[in-house]
């Protein structure tokens, strides 16, 4: 026979109280001040879960109000401000992809491309075949990210570079122009005299203290697709790698160093037969007229040899 502790458990299973016979039955009014304090606790998961969301979306909306300026420039240099447009990026796959092309047909072994010099560098990325075809102009949008691609390489690889001036507001009165013997060249935009000064040395004008950060930079260029504005679809690399130079810097240093703009003034041509030079040191050593051509003899800046970097 039941005693009547167990029999209550017993009635407490049977009425729906689960395996827990021997705890007490709870009164309406404990049952009521239970769901009450649940009922608070549930509130208060729904404020703090509505103030995370809308913390989170005021951070996002100031990310997306906020630009991006936080590229890299040599330690001792002050950022200038770099443009704030995402890059375009390629996969592993695609740059892949692009060294096994470069290698049939340069034949050369891209395994051995931190080492190549001046001379293969222009093969692997068919620098020939490139120059042989009418070239693109170069739009504003086009020379941007193209510094913006310095910075990117700055940024990942600090490497030893830099620019040469935070300087941002010389204006090169000049236009792009092509004729059949130089191709892309620099013409007047306007009338200019005698002395006014042309080109000056800004922030895009790059100095490559080692042979090494000059021949990383071009190889970025060459596995970075091109711009996303399109109309310059491949060879900024050849053309970086054309347009650059070795001088002294600073002058009176000692120190050279390799040098590129990344700007018009890197389409200054030298004369013709039959033309001569109107610039030097950036100022004018003559009248010309809107729509004439600027020339420069490259001897007056460029000394040395690639051979001292090891290029």
Known sequence: MLGQKEDERVHRRKKGHGGLGSLPLRSPEASSERAEKAGLQSNRRTQRI???????????????????????????????????????????????????????????????????????????????????????????????????????????????????????????????????????????????????????????????????????????????????TGGYEDGFACDIKSWSWIQEWPMGSGEMVIMVDIDASSLLNQPSDGEYANIQCGRLTVDIKKGDEILCNYADFAHGGWEDFGL
């Open 50 to 228: 509505a103030a995370l969301a809308g913390i989170l979306i005021f951070v996002c909306w100031c990310g997306w109000q906020s630009p991006n300026t936080d590229r890299a420039d040599k330690a001792s240099v002050a950022s200038a401000g770099a443009d704030s447009r995402a890059l375009a990026t390629w996969t592993a796959r695609d740059i892949e992809r692009k060294r096994r092309r470069a290698a049939k047909s340069s034949g050369l072994d891209p395994r051995d491309e931190q080492s190549f010099d001046h001379h293969k560098l222009w093969r692997y990325f068919g620098c020939r075949e490139l120059f042989s075809k009418a070239r693109e102009d170069i739009s504003g949008d086009h020379w941007r990210y193209f510094r913006d691609l310095y910075n990117e390489y700055v940024a990942k690889q600090k490497p030893k570079t830099y620019k040469v001036s935070n300087r941002q507001d010389h204006i090169n009165p000049v236009g792009q122009n092509v004729t059949p013997d130089k191709g892309r060249g620099l013409v007047a935009s306007r009338d200019i005299k005698r002395g006014e000064l042309i080109f000056t040395g800004t922030n895009n004008t790059i100095a490559f203290e080692t042979g090494d950060a000059w021949r990383n930079f071009v190889l970025h260029l060459y596995y970075s697709p091109p711009p996303p």
